[in-house]
């Protein structure tokens, strides 16, 4: 009975939903345009071959279930995952092409919600084997990386052209440069008006602690006001400052537009960001200011040299959280015509083209991944370097 005891629980659960995606749900939909919802079809729907080559490995990955959760079983719990999570793209991939060769060339095959599930739980077994395996940001990153190395050459070899999604990106492909490089820039033209002011504001609410109640209440009031009813709160002042001031609208400035997406986003970035300095300076201990002044420093010294050390991991942390908030949020203001793969997003919605939505909202989970993960990776090295 002892053999027959279940050592990893998560991977239990992720191993039955993995299942249940593939037996149910459907794994690829052919559609005669990309306006209708098209046909359905699950995985013993195709070929026998397919159906085997992902059964196989996810019978392996059930047994290791009950397998103590060591460093081999895990390693190989990676593996098998991976090797899954590859095949399934290698399928899909395949099957795109095979439509292509038989079908009309406005037809579109594109992932069913089995697909997309089944790759997300893979990854999600793979991000619990990793996080098993070594607790070093580092070592996981490298790791969270690999898996992708396949999939990447497979995108860039061309094997994915058939699909709809792929087909929407090649003829749109401008439309996306110019999309990427405008999220990009509301990204950056929020952060550094953010840093310039909070950072600043956050230190003179800890130097000044009656001032916190006050500055945090105005920052709170800002944080739960809707986005989209920001933007429109905006967009009245501004169009009548550029009205008033015409050579403003020479730079810009108007009621639409970039002007009001990044004063809204900059607003929105300004709470987590005086929260994490003053939550970053509180935090240093009293001891190792003690012993600083003991030293001889100066009130500047001992700020610059201990205290904003010892700080930038909490702030750090507060500033990614602002990069994740401002690449959700700046899709949002594709609204009031900011751009961005907003307006692919939106667009996608109004045509009713589920591909076009998807174009624009992968880019965006994407982006958010990268940076949080490299905020990660940032943040456990400099911990590792504090005493």
């Excluded at 399934?88 to 095979?98: I, N, R």
């Excluded at 038989?102 to 084997?129: H, K, N, Q, Y």
């Excluded at 403003?248 to 009621?255: K, R, V």
């Amino acid at each position: 009975m002892s053999l027959l005891k279940i050592h990893n629980r998560v991977l239990l659960l992720l191993v039955l939903l993995l299942v249940a995606a593939g037996g149910v749900l459907p794994f690829i939909n052919h559609a005669a345009n990309r306006l209708v919802s098209g046909e359905p079809m699950v995985l013993s729907q195709l070929p026998d071959h397919a159906l085997l080559l992902l059964a196989l490995p996810t019978v392996i990955l059930a047994g290791l279930i009950l397998v103590p959760t060591r460093r081999i079983p895990l390693f190989l719990t990676l593996f098998v995952a991976e090797a899954i999570f590859i095949a399934a793209l290698v399928l899909m991939g395949k099957t795109a092409s095979w439509f292509a060769q038989e079908g009309s060339s406005v037809a579109r095959t594109s992932p069913g919600s089995g697909l997309w599930l089944g790759l997300a739980l893979c990854l999600l077994i793979c991000a619990d084997a990793i996080n098993r395996l070594t607790p070093k940001a580092l070592w996981r990153l490298l790791l969270n990386l690999q898996i992708w190395i396949v999939p990447v050459a497979l995108l860039l070899s061309g094997f994915f052209a058939e699909l709809s999604l792929l087909k929407e990106y090649a003829n749109r492909q401008d439309v996306f440069d110019d999309a990427l490089s405008r999220h990009l820039a509301l990204l950056l033209g929020t952060l550094v008006p953010a840093l310039l002011i909070g950072v600043p504001l956050g230190v003179f609410c800890y130097q000044r602690p009656s001032w916190q109640p006050s500055v945090f209440s105005v920052l709170n009031v800002i944080q739960t006001v809707p986005s989209v009813a920001l933007f429109g709160l905006l967009i009245a002042p501004l169009a009548g400052l550029a009205k008033l001031v015409p050579w403003l609208g020479t730079l810009g400035i108007s009621g639409i537009g970039v002007t009001p997406a990044l004063i809204a986003l900059v607003l929105y970035a300004l709470l987590p960001l005086v929260r994490g300095v003053v939550a970053g300076l509180q935090q240093v201990p009293r001891n190792i200011i003690e012993s600083a002044e003991g030293m001889g420093m100066s009130r500047r010294q001992i700020f610059w040299r201990a205290e904003v050390p010892l700080a930038m991991p909490v702030l750090l942390r507060s500033l990614r959280v602002v990069c994740v908030q401002t690449i959700g949020m700046a899709v949002i203001a594709a609204l009031i015509g900011a751009g961005g793969f907003g307006a692919i997003i939106f667009q996608g919605l109004l045509s009713s083209a589920l591909d076009l939505v998807l174009l624009g909202v992968i880019p965006v989970i994407a982006l958010a991944v990268m940076l949080d993960a490299l905020f990660k990776l940032l943040i456990s090295l400099l911990e590792a370097k504090q005493p």
